[in-house]
């Protein structure tokens, strides 16, 4: 069993969270004489520098738990990727926790019992031009609604949903599609003119929205959707389509949707793209997405699997 060292975003999920848990995990891992210990973050990029920093262990295996949103997560993996004494696990103490909903068993990452009787399970990373992401990658007009949704979340009663919603309504306001080039494992070069694209290892994100809905972090394969352009009309019929993740087999969508499976995406655009990893914002006018197989080990909290993804579960009833 590792030792557990809990990195708490004091700022996640309006701040309520913080208190109670740090009594809770100390007084459930003194109670059994495990060993632990609790960091608060300071602010953007200390989760980053505290794991990276973190004395490497030479007879015991760590396990850095995030307790925060998926922004406090993708710090955390990016700090320990490069490791080789550590797993990685997750508190849910945000307003969306995308990435957990990858897995079965979702409560139990909020059980310390069930968490401290985990075991490691080996999922797979994307490399984004040198930052890795744990869940997904989006990049154009779904990116800017994620940046302007922070906006909306500090507003009282609103909700990671409902914050990803407004983002969605206030961005339909100004530029919807860029133009770009994209190359898909190495393959030749095409032209395309996107409203959104996603690159994904997970198959949720924005609290709720399932882009890539036969994705799965741990099978050794990336999935790209890109919407091409449309009407504002269009984009209005289709926000609830792409959210519950029918976009894919809706034939009326079919000209409007671009999807690929593979290891490897090149991005090239005249003008900055705005980009979204893991809900952390990026501007580039190039950009590479490389799947690493295998590349974390997450920590799994007795009781939580691996779930079958919407998509292949639609399929099988």
């Known amino acids: 069993m590792p030792d557990f060292i809990f990195i708490i975003n004091p700022a996640a999920g309006k701040g309520i969270h913080t208190q109670s848990l740090c009594a809770r995990i100390q007084d459930h891992f003194s ?3 495990q060993n632990f210990a609790i960091h608060l973050t300071t602010g953007a990029g200390d989760a980053l520098d505290f794991v990276r920093a973190y004395p490497q262990s030479q007879e015991r295996q760590l396990c850095f738990v995030a307790c925060g949103g998926d922004g406090t997560l993708h710090e955390v993996v990016n700090g320990a990727a490069h490791r080789q004494d550590c797993a990685v696990s997750v508190i849910p103490c945000g307003s969306g926790n995308d990435y957990i909903k990858n897995f079965s068993g979702t409560e139990a990452f909020s059980d310390l019992k069930k968490l401290r009787n985990g075991c490691p399970c080996p999922v797979d ?7 890795y992401t744990v869940n997904l ?3 154009g007009f779904d990116a800017r609604v994620a940046h302007h949704m922070s906006k909306f979340k500090k507003i009282p009663l609103v909700s990671g949903p409902l914050a990803y919603t407004l983002s969605l309504i206030f961005c339909l306001a100004g530029p919807v599609s860029s133009a770009a080039t994209l190359s898909f494992d190495g393959a030749e070069a095409v032209e395309e003119r996107l409203i959104l694209a996603v690159a994904a290892n997970g198959f949720c994100y924005g609290g709720g929205y399932y ?3 036969d994705a799965c972090p741990a099978d050794g394969q990336m999935e790209f959707c890109g919407v091409r352009k449309m009407s504002r009309l269009q984009m209005s019929r289709f926000i609830s389509v792409y959210k519950k993740g029918e976009h894919l087999k809706d034939q009326r969508l079919a000209a409007k949707i671009l999807y690929r499976t593979g290891r490897s995406l090149k991005i090239t655009s005249k003008r900055p793209l705005v980009i979204c990893l893991d809900g952390e914002i990026r501007k580039e006018r190039e950009f ?3 799947l690493l197989p295998a590349a974390l080990s997450f ?3 007795e009781g939580a699997a691996l779930a079958v993804p919407p998509l292949a579960a639609a399929v099988s009833q």
Do not use: F, K
Not at 125 to 131: A, F, I, R, V
């Open 125 to 131: 990373l994307l490399d984004c031009s040198g930052e």
């Open 299 to 301: 920590w799994l909290p």
């Open 31 to 33: 109670a059994c004489g």
């Open 288 to 290: 590479s997405v490389r």
């Open 211 to 213: 882009p890539a809905p």
């Open 137 to 139: 990658c989006n990049i």
